[in-house]
């Protein structure tokens, strides 16, 4: 189990830095957050206090268009290009084949998530910021990363088409993102509380987004990850029938 | 070391693969023989544990495909019909990946051997997108081989690259069966007849013979063929003395001549008939048939 996850975390890891499209994404990424970081600096001399989540913030936007970005590739090509039969064929399970190119993925967002702690750094530099507040975010908009991550890859393996496959998780992540936003202006409240309960940005904004760790919304990402390799893993089962 | 045993694949009511049952025994070259569409992939693919079959038993190395797929999985080396690469990845790269997965143990070493064996070595550090297709085809071959499996399957490994190229590839099959028990499929007759030990000739899913390529010819081909060319006669009144031979089963129109088959050896017979006429025997040859006849000949009885 363990060495074909290794094996195929380290071939997708390497594709990563193999491949332009993955800098371009970094680069896009890194880009906005900058000019994020930039204006607010700037409002914070006059106006107030530095956000310390503002980058995770923005990010919980951001991902409902990176992370498709990031994993349409993984199994779409793999299936197009015919090698899925061989990996298929080779002595792993097909779970390790999943979760070796979902921790790969999050794996590359978590250092791309690492270089944004620069910010934190300047900030630090010049004025004295909540740091535990800025823990407590960056901690949830990287579980948050990871299941929008594993739900774009259960789009890659939807399909054998990498742009089909971005355009529907993007649709998905979308969808969950604005889920919230409707959660908050429906009259009923139970049936807002219960949207807003199944929203990813739901389970960020009322508590990592103000310093708080809860485990109820730790364990919803991680619930999300779970449910959505498991259905990638039996959709990729599938390939076997078809 | 490869049993199947009544295997069958249906594709929903499509019947693929239809009760085959053959035996590949250890070091030996088997070649599956069909046509387009008859099953041969099918086949292939359920022995290397990618699909599960709808019913009967296929086993490699004692170990059945499907209860013991794991172990199936690590003594076979499979190369798909479309040589299926990362076109990212150098050739180095590409092998070592499939090396590590398949669980050997050192892994540089044994990619180092296997790109020697396969005349890949200066192409270590190539991307596999500049390739050309042969050299993709090596590295196909080369994936297949990395972990030195028991058993060695290859689809239809030489369809689409160049004569000298297939030369190759058919000698790299041969010289496989020293060390690996080799399953190979191809539509082309001439190669399983010079490739394999023996050959599997499948049909719509069904196993129509199997043999040696000397026994297959030897059991399917009805009778004697002769080769006849009469001078001094015209060609109806030739065909209607070779007809009235006893023993002669058929006569057929051939260039300048006639192909005949009889159930024995009717030279002595149809000489002298020929010469009773005061005509000349310009020509009286044994044809063999080819495995190629006796395919045409099977597969279309079949349809
Ligand atoms: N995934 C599938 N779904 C439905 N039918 C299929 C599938 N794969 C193959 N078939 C059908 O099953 C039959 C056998 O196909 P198979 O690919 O095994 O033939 P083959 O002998 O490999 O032919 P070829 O020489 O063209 O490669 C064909 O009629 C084919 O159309
Ligand atoms: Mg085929």
């Keep these: 189990m363990l060495r074909g996850v290794g094996t195929v975390f380290e071939r997708e890891v390497g594709q990563y830095f193999a491949s332009p499209a993955a800098y371009l994404i970094a680069f896009a990424l890194l880009l906005l957050t900058g000019l994020m970081f930039n204006s607010d600096l700037t409002f914070s001399v006059t106006q107030k206090a530095a956000d310390p989540a503002l980058i995770p913030s923005f990010l919980s936007f951001a991902m409902v268009f990176f992370a498709p970005l990031l994993t349409m590739r993984m199994l779409a090509e793999e299936s197009r290009e015919g090698t899925l039969e061989l990996l298929l064929t080779a002595p792993v399970s097909d779970t390790a084949v999943v979760l070796g190119?979902?921790?790969?993925?999050?794996?590359?967002?978590?250092?791309?998530?690492?270089?944004?702690?620069?910010y934190q750094v300047i900030l630090a530099a010049i004025t004295q910021p909540d740091l535990g507040h800025a823990i407590c975010a960056y901690i949830g908009i990287w579980l948050y990363g990871g299941a929008t991550l594993a739900v774009g890859l259960l789009f890659s393996s939807l399909t054998e088409n990498q742009i089909v496959a971005a355009f529907l998780s993007m649709s998905a992540l979308l969808l969950l993102w604005l889920s919230d936003l409707a959660?908050?202006?429906?009259?009923?409240?139970?049936?807002?509380?219960?949207?807003?309960?199944?929203?990813?940005?739901?389970?960020?904004?009322?508590?990592?987004?103000?310093?708080?760790?809860?485990?109820?919304?730790?364990?919803?990402?991680?619930?999300?990850?779970?449910?959505?390799l498991f259905i990638t893993v039996r959709i990729v089962e599938s390939h076997r029938w078809r | 070391m490869i049993e199947v045993h009544d295997l069958t694949k249906r594709y929903g009511s499509h019947l693929a693969v239809d009760a085959i049952s053959f035996e590949a025994h250890p070091g030996e070259v088997v070649g599956l023989l069909g046509p387009n569409g008859a099953g041969k992939t099918t086949t292939m693919r359920i022995l290397t544990g990618f699909m599960p079959p709808t019913g009967g038993t296929a086993r490699i190395a004692g170990y059945d495909v499907m209860a013991d797929s794991l172990e199936v999985r690590r003594r076979v080396g499979y190369l798909p019909e479309r040589v299926p690469v990362y076109p990212d990845m150098t050739v180095s790269g590409y092998i070592t990946f499939w090396a590590k997965l398949r669980g050997v143990t050192r892994p540089r070493a044994q990619v180092d051997t296997v790109l020697e064996r396969v005349n890949l070595t200066d192409r270590r550090n190539t991307l596999i997108r500049n390739l050309s297709k042969g050299l993709r085809q090596r590295l196909g071959l080369a994936q297949a081989l990395v972990h030195n499996p028991e058993v060695v399957i290859l689809d239809e490994p030489t369809i689409g690259i160049d004569p000298q190229q297939v030369i190759e590839v058919r000698e790299s099959v041969r010289e496989l069966g020293?060390?690996?028990?080799?399953?190979?499929?191809?539509?082309?007759?001439?190669?399983?007849?010079?490739?394999?030990?023996?050959?599997?000739?499948?049909?719509?899913?069904?196993?129509?013979?199997?043999?040696?390529?000397?026994?297959?010819?030897?059991?399917?081909?009805?009778?004697?063929?002769?080769?006849?060319?009469?001078?001094?006669?015209?060609?109806?009144?030739?065909?209607?003395?070779?007809?009235?031979?006893?023993?002669?089963?058929?006569?057929?129109?051939?260039?300048?001549?006639?192909?005949?088959?009889?159930?024995?050896?009717?030279?002595?017979?149809?000489?002298?008939?020929?010469?009773?006429?005061?005509?000349?025997?310009?020509?009286?040859?044994?044809?063999?048939?080819?495995?190629?006849?006796i395919f045409l000949d099977l597969v279309g009885r079949e349809n």
């Design chain 1, 183 to 228: 959660g908050e202006i429906i009259a009923n409240l139970d049936l807002a509380r219960l949207i807003r309960q199944l929203s990813l940005q739901g389970h960020y904004t009322t508590s990592f987004a103000v310093g708080i760790v809860r485990a109820e919304d730790v364990a919803f990402y991680a619930g999300i990850m779970a449910v959505m």
């Design chain 1, 101 to 118: 190119k979902f921790l790969s993925a999050w794996f590359y967002y978590s250092l791309l998530l690492l270089i944004t702690l620069i």
């Design chain 2, 178 to 293: 020293k060390n690996h028990t080799v399953l190979f499929s191809t539509h082309i007759l001439s190669e399983a007849e010079q490739v394999c030990d023996r050959v599997v000739i499948i049909n719509k899913g069904r196993i129509i013979a199997q043999g040696t390529p000397q026994t297959l010819r030897a059991q399917l081909q009805p009778g004697v063929a002769l080769y006849v060319e009469i001078g001094g006669l015209g060609k109806e009144a030739a065909a209607r003395l070779l007809r009235e031979i006893p023993g002669i089963e058929s006569v057929e129109r051939q260039g300048d001549g006639f192909a005949v088959r009889a159930g024995g050896d009717v030279r002595p017979a149809l000489s002298d008939a020929v010469l009773h006429t005061g005509c000349r025997l310009l020509e009286l040859r044994p044809v063999a048939m080819t495995l190629e006849d």
